[in-house]
């Protein structure tokens, strides 16, 4: 096939960091070998993007973001055998390679083979797949889905059942594993457990869902947002999360992105069985301070992406638990909005009104 060309212009470029989104119209190439072309159906907006644009991440501009993003094959390049044309997918900001040390580990699931610590912005053969007035745009993380036709490695896809509802299973491909799989795969809270979510967020709020799951009898949640926490702390967090608990969390989870809050986590822990989990994902400059000698007493520091979950494997499952009724991500998607609108998604999310949105082109 030759390169696409829109009939209605709906990518969005960041031509530098902190920019406005800039709606364009953006050549896309065909699939190279083991490489897939997708039609964006649904996309969310994750805070991972609003780090990256905000330049917290070190990704290369000019690029078109977004990860989280469930679309139909379009096109396959040479050599791709796990799906067809006209395949429902989801587009995996993680990559399952089925080769690397990480994923021939039973527990492991950071592949070698992802873009995101750190981000080339390029595709695995170190070329881009889109072009804007004669520019080179980068990739976000191999995954770019605030775009109607995007290009992926065939190992950042994952197909998934024909009956899924492709407005809303775009958060099964980074939020609901990120934060359902961080409470009931990596923690794997147990039954009358007391656990602190430290930012109410999308990823904080299906944490929460994958703790009720789990049986946790008390779920501390922690924002600035004072629409979902409406309390003014005298005192640092963790004093009164250790009061509220007598001697501190069972689970601590950090879903925010900053070394502040993370302490704060940690601090929360019960010092002998306490378990730490870092889910949010801090600017790539930043350094955390712990008090060393405090570690020796038991609690566990973890960090977790995307659930633990071996990507490719587990999202077509939640997929089927959610068609099933075994999980409802129905309450995660606060708005549904179409493309042309994303600067309104923006700005909602950064008035902390949405957890995700998802359009439809
Ligand atoms: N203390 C408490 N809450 C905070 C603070 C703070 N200092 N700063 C921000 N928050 C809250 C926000 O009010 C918001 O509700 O954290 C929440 C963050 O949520 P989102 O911006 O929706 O981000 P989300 O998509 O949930 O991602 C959270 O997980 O995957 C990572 O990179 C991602 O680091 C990000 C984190």
Avoid at 39 to 61: E, M, Q, R, Y
Avoid at 92 to 104: V, W
Avoid at 325 to 343: A, G, V, W
Wanted: hydrophobic share 40%; net charge neutral; proline share 5%.
């Amino acid at each position: 096939g030759s390169a696409l060309s829109a009939q209605s212009p709906t990518r969005a470029v960041a031509w530098k960091t902190g920019s406005t989104l800039a709606i364009e119209e953006v050549q896309v190439e065909p699939p190279k070998a083991q490489e897939v072309r997708i039609k964006v159906i649904s996309t969310g907006i994750c805070g991972t993007d609003d780090h990256a644009l905000k330049g917290l991440l070190s990704a290369n501009f000019p690029l078109i973001p977004g990860h989280e993003g469930a679309g139909i094959v379009e096109s396959i390049g040479k050599g791709v055998s796990s799906m067809k044309p006209g395949d429902k997918v989801l587009i995996l900001i993680i990559p399952q390679c089925r080769e690397c040390s990480a994923c021939l580990h039973p527990e492991g699931n950071f592949c070698e083979k992802q873009d995101v610590l750190p981000s080339s912005g390029l595709m695995l053969d170190g070329t881009s797949r889109f072009t804007c007035k004669g520019k080179k745009i980068y990739h976000s993380f191999r995954a770019s889905t605030f775009t109607e036709y995007t290009v992926v490695p065939e190992i950042a896809v994952a197909k998934i059942d024909a009956a899924a509802p492709m407005d809303k299973v775009s958060i099964i491909s980074c939020e609901v594993p990120t934060g359902y799989g961080a409470a009931v795969n990596s923690a794997k809270v147990t039954r009358g457990s007391t656990c602190v979510v430290f930012g109410l967020g999308g990823i904080g709020s299906a944490i929460v869902m994958g703790c009720k799951a789990s049986g946790a009898s008390r779920i501390i949640g922690i924002d600035i947002n004072e629409e979902k926490f409406p309390r003014n702390l005298k005192k640092p967090v963790q004093e009164v999360v250790m009061e509220m608990t007598g001697a501190g969390a069972d689970f601590a989870f950090e879903a925010i992105g900053l070394t502040d809050t993370m302490i704060a986590a940690w601090d929360s822990c019960h010092r002998s069985y306490g378990v730490c989990l870092i889910v949010g994902l801090a600017p790539s400059s930043s350094k955390l301070s712990l008090k060393a000698s405090e570690i020796v007493s038991g609690r566990t520091l973890k960090g977790v992406c995307l659930g633990d979950y071996k990507t490719r494997d587990c999202t077509p499952q939640l997929v089927i638990d959610y068609l099933q009724n075994k999980i409802n991500i129905d309450p995660l998607i606060t708005h549904q909005l179409p493309f042309d609108q994303l600067h309104k998604a923006f700005e909602l999310y950064h008035a902390g009104k949405t957890k995700r949105f998802t359009y439809i082109p």
